[in-house]
Structure formats: structure tokens, C-alpha cells
């Protein structure tokens, strides 16, 4: 167990004047607090806080964090409260403690909303202060260090969490020695028997590979004192982690990672780097599309070196950085050790500014009120490598590997984003899905008159772009909606002798919206647009009840030809001014009801319904699409696709059958492979009432075990 004193000698190896009777009072509450209490290991319980401290003098950060590590546990563990660390350590120490207690003792519904909330809770107090961030960090780092004593189901559940949201947390801090061993630990628990097969060989290749990084670093010594030059140099064997994510990417074994061995050159001013640089590539030859410079373009952490591939000895790939002394530091301790704080623990605006990416974070986060899709897009924003474009004044914007135009627009501004309806990338014009890649300069064209479109979905790469366009798309689908409910509660209103127009003057719509446990009249409207109450259902109420008056008998007569009599869902649409055509869906996108649809007159066989938004639309003749809408008859089944990503389990297959079955969904068909990361790919053709139904289906379906994607899709994807 690390002492109190191990600690206070870190702090004063990079705080001499360091205020350590502050920490010491603290142990001292701490030890105290936790009097009595163990880990799971057997532990007294103290261990914990005391690692967590320690951990965080190693990062340099400063008194109050330390206080701050030593103290997390106690509102949540003992009968301590944030008022008594207020009055004892002041509100500094107290806030940093409020906000890592809040993340922790949140509860919830279902363990998904729980990792989203608690995420968003954390982000909420990274933003307030970004010490929470860090104390946390320090807190998982143990905490995985332990996790040996945990149950497996829950050790790799911890471990997923940790390698999903803790890693990258770390990356955009540039605690670049936590990131790493984070990443080592989560591996070993998620993927054990890989683990330890790399593992085993590297220790079996450990002499050859210590035999090579000796030489090779006498090699750099040499050539750098032969041009007069100076530096720290040194060599490791890159993390297993690492390896493995190389052996992915690439699709090689063990034996075919050739460049697994990475060396430092550490030396006083950035012109020593560029000069280095070159001898480098003047003795070995560089790998082509390698070479990084992160001194004239710094990652979002602040991160800068320089990066080069390299054929050396023995024709081994190796990597070679090349930093200063102050960019080693950062890269090894992260900003945690150089912030500087207004007082009450905010970022002062010059550090701040380096933090763009989380007042992004919290914009967003209060858009996506689905914890799903949250979750998805907060692990692709944070864990995705960055690429660097420019405006086409200069200024760079950093963005997600492979990101699009329409993610540059979205990042610029959110109305340059709505109003996108083109790109120039280094002066040619593209299409708004081409990756962008390090160093384009994009310009965007905009028009008033274009909107977001759901294609966009298909591609965007930003948590930003993905909740502006979804934002912008629900708004208007809801606008839809309550006018198309209006249409239908009209038109059906003139059948069944009521004055709908009336009704609405007359307030009486508020009444039937209570009744059917709905907020507003919209709310009644959009249901009714949406075909989740049908316009005959609202108007009913209107009627006399049976003992009064008997209610009239109203049939629709629809004068239909042979053919249409043979399709069971033509009478759910209506065509305006038309009424004796056969109507068809279209099986590209099989629309539902409540989707946006549009008629396309085919020659000799009536009209085909599509979705608004189906690719195969845009291809069609314009001046053969008509309007369509929906009648609101929903009591027949309708064909929809779901796709399903899941891990290959047994029983998997017969949990999403009896899913399907309870949310009384018939399976019509379905294909199913296996993916090569070893995953099960499930592609079922169903039958559900309606939109509503669809999603309410999906949204079950994710929540089985083992779920990675659940999407409705078309056969034009």
C-alpha cells in the first residue's frame, strides 16, 4: 500500500513550496472516514484513495486535486458530507469532490441510460471544472488495476466502459502514459487469450528486440555527435494494445508485425527537430504517407512532435519521434500539469481555449435526448483519429477521421450547415460524402433555399452534425405532421358530417388530447399525421354516445379496378384528385405508415409510394411525382428490414425471435453471416403496423445482450 509520505515527496519534487500540511490533513480525514472499510482484495479501503493521490502528484497536478483524490470516496462511502470538506479544505476542494460524488451516485432505468447520464454528468462537470476529469481518471486507473477481484460479467462490462469513453477522455487531456496503460488493461480483460498470446511472444522476442533498440539508438547517438548535436534517445516496444489494433487494421498475424519497436529523440529547440528529421531520412529510408508533423499543426491536446515511419536496420520497420524537452513533458503529464486556474477551480479563456472540443460536448449533449444515439456518437467523436483542414481564410478545423463537407459546415456554424448545398475541396467542387484528408482546404456554398437532408445521416461523422441535422429533421417532420393531421382530420370530418374547422375555433380538440393522455393539440395533430391514431378514432369522440342518438354508419366507398382490389394495403393511401388508380409500394425503401412518402406515376401500372427520402427518388422523372398521404388505417401489416450487428453468441438468434414475437412483429424472411470481426450480421424483412411500431421494435431490440447495431434499412443501402 502506497504511505502518505510517497506521496508528499512527489508533490515537492515538482512543487517545492506546495502547501503538503493541507494534504496531510487530508490522509489524515480520509483514513478516518474510511476506518474500518475493505476492497474486495481484502484491502483496508484507504489503499484506494491513497493510489489515486499518488497517481495524481505523478501528474503534477495541484494541492486541492491531491486533497480531491483523497477524499472522493468519503460523501459517497461514509458519513462525511460535502459541508464538512467545505469548512475543513475549502469550496475548491469541496467542488471537485461535489462534482466526482454526483457522477457516482446517480441511478437509473435501464444500464444503458445509466453509462449515458453518468457520461453526460461528467462532461457537465468537466465543463465547470477539469480537475473532476482528471480526479476520475486517477480513480478508474486503480480501479482497473484492481479489477482482478471483480466478477467477469463485471469485469469486462468495466472494461468496455473504459476502453469506450476513460481512453479517449485521456487522449483529449494528452495524458498520453494513462491513455496507454487504460487501453493494456481494458485488453487484457475483454480479450484475454489474444492478450496473452501477445504477451507470450513478445516476451519470447524480448532479447532480440532489447539487442535491436540498443543498436539502433547507438546508431542515432552516433550520427547526431558526428553533426555536432545533442540528445536524450529512447527505445520501447510499442503497447500490446497497439499491436493488436495493427494486426486488425492491417489483417496480419503475430509474425507479420514487423514495426512494433518506436524510439524518442529528445532535444532543446524545434529547430533541432527539423534538423534531426532530415539526417534520419538521409540514413534510412522513410515509409511514404508516414511522416506526421504534429510542431506546425498540434493535435487538440496540444500534443506536438514529429512523427516518421522508417525502413532501419535489418529492413525493420521503426517509428521515430522527435520532440523538445517541454513537448515531452506534455506529452508524458498532459495539460493536467499546466493549466492555470481562476479562482474557484474555472479555466481561465487562454485555457480554455484549448477546449473547444468540450464546449462542444456540452452544447450537444443537451440536444440528444436519446441515450443511444448519444452514446454512439460520443464514442465516435472522442475515439476517432483527428484530420486538420483549413478554411479558405487559413483558420484550421479539426475534425474526426474521414469526416465530410457537411461536418466542416457544421463546425463553421450551424446555418452554414442547414443552408450546405455544396463544396469545393482545394478548389474543386466534390460531393458532400467525400472523406476529407490532412490539409484540404474546404470551402462550403450555401443556399437559403436547401435544407439538412436524412442521406446526410448516412455519412456524417460529428456528435454536432449528427444532432443539428436529426434536430432539424425531427422539427420539420413534426411541422409535417401536424399539418398532414389537420388534412386528415378535415377530409375525414366532411365525411362523417362534422365541421372540423368549427371543432377547432370551439377548444373542444384540448378535451380529446386529454383523453388520449396527450400535452397539446399539436401533440394530437402529429399523431394523427403520423398514423399513431387514426382520424376516425378522434372524430368518434365528437359523436353522440349510443344511448343518446345511434351512432351513424360511415363507409368509405373508393371505386378501385380489379388489380388494386388485390393489394391489401393500396386503401391506407389517398391521392389528391385521385381516386380509381392502382397504387403500389415501392420495395426499395417500404414505407410505413407515418413515414414522408411521395407517389410516382409508373407507366401501365398506377402509382409507386416511396419514402421522401429514398435514393431512388432522386433518380425519378420530377414531373411524374405527385403527393400521397396517408388515410391513418393502421391495422394491417406492413413490411419494414432491420438490420442487426451483434456479438456471436448462443441463443442470440432465438432472443431477437421471441422479442419479435412478444412486440407481436411477424418475421417474413431473413438472411444471417458472420462478420469477419466475428460478429453476427442479421438482415430480417418483418411486419409491423406502422413507423411508430418499427422504432418501438428497434428501440426493444437494442437492449437485448450483445446488441452492437440495430437500423432499419432499405435494399437501395
Not at 493521490?53 to 483523497?70: P, Q, S
Not at 380509381?580 to 426499395?588: G, I, S
Amino acid at each position: 500500500m502506497i504511505r502518505i509520505q510517497e506521496i508528499l515527496d512527489k508533490v515537492t519534487e515538482s512543487r517545492p513550496n506546495a502547501d503538503v500540511a493541507l494534504i496531510q490533513k487530508a490522509y489524515v480525514f480520509s483514513a478516518a472516514a474510511h476506518a474500518g472499510q475493505t476492497r474486495l482484495s481484502g484491502e483496508p479501503y484507504l489503499s484506494h484513495p491513497l493510489s489515486v493521490a499518488y497517481k495524481l502528484a505523478e501528474l503534477r497536478m495541484d494541492e486541492a486535486t491531491i486533497c480531491a483524490g483523497l477524499l472522493h470516496d468519503t460523501v459517497e462511502d461514509t458519513s462525511a458530507t460535502i459541508e464538512d470538506i467545505d469548512t475543513q479544505f475549502g469550496e475548491n476542494v469541496a467542488d471537485i469532490v461535489d462534482g466526482v460524488t454526483k457522477i457516482s451516485l446517480m441511478t437509473f432505468d435501464s444500464k444503458e441510460q445509466a453509462q449515458a447520464e453518468n457520461i453526460r454528468k461528467m462532461i457537465l462537470a468537466m465543463a465547470e471544472d477539469i480537475r473532476v476529469l482528471v480526479v476520475k481518471l486517477a480513480d478508474r486507473m486503480h480501479n482497473m488495476n484492481t479489477l482482478d477481484f471483480q466478477k467477469p460479467h463485471k469485469q469486462k462490462l468495466i472494461a468496455q466502459e473504459t476502453l469506450d469513453i476513460y481512453v479517449p477522455l485521456a487522449n483529449r487531456l494528452g495524458l498520453h502514459r494513462i491513455k496507454l496503460e487504460l487501453e493494456d488493461l481494458s485488453f487484457k480483460y475483454l480479450k484475454p487469450d489474444i492478450f496473452n498470446s501477445i504477451s507470450e511472444w513478445l516476451e519470447n522476442n524480448q532479447k532480440s528486440g532489447t539487442e535491436y533498440m540498443d543498436r539502433v539508438r547507438d546508431m542515432i547517438r552516433s550520427m547526431l555527435e558526428e553533426n555536432g548535436m545533442t540528445a536524450v534517445i529512447k527505445g520501447r516496444i510499442k503497447h500490446r494494445y497497439s499491436i493488436y489494433r495493427k494486426m486488425v487494421q492491417q489483417n496480419l498475424t503475430l509474425d507479420q508485425v514487423h514495426d512494433i519497436i518506436a524510439f524518442r529523440v529528445i532535444v532543446e529547440d524545434v529547430k533541432q527537430c527539423y534538423a534531426i528529421l532530415g539526417l534520419v531520412h538521409a540514413i534510412w529510408k522513410p515509409v511514404h504517407g508516414r511522416f506526421k508533423d504534429y510542431i506546425s499543426m498540434p493535435k487538440a491536446n496540444m500534443y506536438q512532435s514529429l512523427h516518421t515511419t522508417v525502413i532501419g536496420p535489418e529492413a525493420e520497420r521503426i517509428e521515430i519521434q522527435i520532440r523538445t524537452k517541454e513537448m515531452d513533458q506534455l506529452a508524458e503529464h498532459g495539460l493536467a500539469s499546466h493549466w492555470q486556474y481562476k479562482e474557484g477551480g474555472k479555466l481561465k479563456a487562454k485555457d480554455a481555449k484549448q477546449f473547444s472540443w468540450l464546449r462542444e460536448l456540452v452544447d450537444w449533449q443537451k440536444m440528444e435526448s436519446d441515450s443511444h444515439e448519444f452514446m454512439r456518437s460520443l464514442k465516435y467523436d472522442l475515439f476517432k483519429d483527428e484530420v486538420y483542414v483549413f478554411t479558405p481564410k487559413g483558420t484550421v478545423v479539426e475534425l474526426p477521421e474521414d469526416a465530410s463537407p457537411v461536418d466542416f459546415a457544421y463546425s463553421i456554424h450551424t446555418e452554414v450547415g442547414n443552408h450546405c448545398s455544396g463544396a469545393k475541396v482545394n478548389g474543386k467542387l466534390v460531393p458532400l460524402h467525400t472523406p476529407l484528408k490532412n490539409g484540404d482546404t474546404v470551402e462550403i456554398i450555401t443556399d437559403t433555399n436547401r435544407h439538412p437532408s436524412r442521406d446526410w445521416l448516412k455519412f456524417v461523422k460529428t456528435a454536432k452534425a449528427r444532432t443539428r441535422i436529426g434536430h432539424f429533421i425531427r422539427t420539420e417532420e413534426r411541422t409535417r405532421s401536424i399539418s398532414l393531421g389537420k388534412e386528415m382530420l378535415e377530409k375525414q370530418g366532411r365525411r362523417m358530417g362534422i365541421n372540423f374547422t368549427k371543432v377547432m375555433k370551439e377548444g373542444l380538440l384540448e378535451i380529446i388530447a386529454e383523453d388520449f393522455s396527450l400535452k397539446t393539440v399539436e401533440d394530437l395533430l402529429s399523431h394523427v399525421g403520423y398514423a399513431r391514431i387514426t382520424a376516425q378514432k378522434v372524430l368518434r369522440k365528437l359523436m353522440p354516445k349510443p344511448e343518446e342518438q345511434p351512432e351513424p354508419q360511415v363507409e368509405e366507398v373508393r371505386p378501385q379496378d380489379a388489380a388494386a382490389k388485390k393489394n391489401k394495403h393500396a386503401e391506407s393511401i389517398s391521392i389528391r384528385g385521385v381516386d380509381d388508380v392502382l397504387v403500389r409500394f415501392a420495395k426499395c425503401c417500404n414505407p410505413l405508415p407515418g413515414d414522408p412518402i411521395v407517389g410516382f406515376i409508373s407507366r401501365g401500372r398506377g402509382v409507386t409510394v416511396h419514402t421522401s427520402d429514398c435514393v431512388n427518388v432522386q433518380n425519378l422523372e420530377a414531373e411524374r411525382l405527385i403527393p400521397v398521404f396517408w388515410d391513418g388505417q393502421v391495422d394491417k401489416p406492413y413490411p419494414a428490414r432491420i438490420r442487426i450487428i451483434s456479438k456471436n453468441v448462443v441463443g442470440g438468434l432465438s432472443r431477437v425471435s421471441t422479442m419479435l414475437a412478444s412486440e407481436n412483429v411477424n418475421i417474413d424472411s431473413g438472411t444471417f453471416h458472420s462478420t469477419v470481426d466475428g460478429n453476427s450480421e442479421i438482415e430480417l424483412t418483418v411486419e409491423v403496423r406502422d413507423v411508430a411500431h418499427l422504432y418501438h421494435t428497434i428501440d426493444r431490440l437494442r437492449t437485448l445482450p450483445g446488441m452492437i447495431e440495430v437500423s432499419r434499412f432499405s435494399s437501395s443501402e
